[in-house]
Nanobody, 116 residues
Framework: QVQLVESGGGLVQAGGSLRLSCSAS????????MGWYRQAPGKQRELVAI???????NYTDSVKGRFTISRDNSKNTAYLQMNSLKPEDTAVYYC??????????WGQGTQVTVSS
C-alpha cells in the first residue's frame, strides 16, 4: 500500500509562486507515474501535469510555461513548482501515483488560493 501526502499549498498573490510536494511511502515510488490534478469549486477534477517513471513530462495547456513538475526518486517525492500564479489556478491540488493495471493512489489534497 502506498500513501501520498501533499504539502506546500497556501495563499499567494497573483504573480507569486508556490512549490507543492508529494511524499510517498513504500518502496515502489520509482515505478509510479506521478501526476498533479486540481479541482476548483463546482468544476471537475483536471489533470495539471504528469511525470512518468522515466521522467517524461506533460502539462495541460493552461499551465505550460508556468508550472514545472519534477521528481526525486531518492526522496520518494514529486514536486510541482508553480510560478506566475493566476486567480484561476485556485483549487485543491491532488497528487496521484499511477501503477497502471496494478492500481493508483491519491493524496488528501492541498488548497492553493491565488488572490487578485
Amino acid at each position: 500500500q502506498v500513501q501520498l501526502v501533499e504539502s506546500g499549498g497556501g495563499l499567494v498573490q497573483a504573480g507569486g509562486s508556490l512549490r507543492l510536494s508529494c511524499s510517498a511511502s513504500g518502496n515502489i515510488f520509482e515505478a509510479l507515474d506521478m501526476g498533479w490534478y486540481r479541482q476548483a469549486p463546482g468544476k471537475q477534477r483536471e489533470l495539471v501535469a504528469i511525470i512518468t517513471s522515466s521522467s517524461t513530462t506533460n502539462y495541460t495547456d493552461s499551465v505550460k510555461g508556468r508550472f514545472t513538475i519534477s521528481r526525486d526518486n531518492s526522496k520518494n517525492t514529486a514536486y510541482l513548482q508553480m510560478n506566475s500564479l493566476k486567480p484561476e489556478d485556485t483549487a485543491v491540488y491532488y497528487c496521484n501515483g499511477d501503477l497502471g493495471i496494478f492500481g493508483e493512489y491519491w493524496g488528501q489534497g492541498t488548497q492553493v488560493t491565488v488572490s487578485s
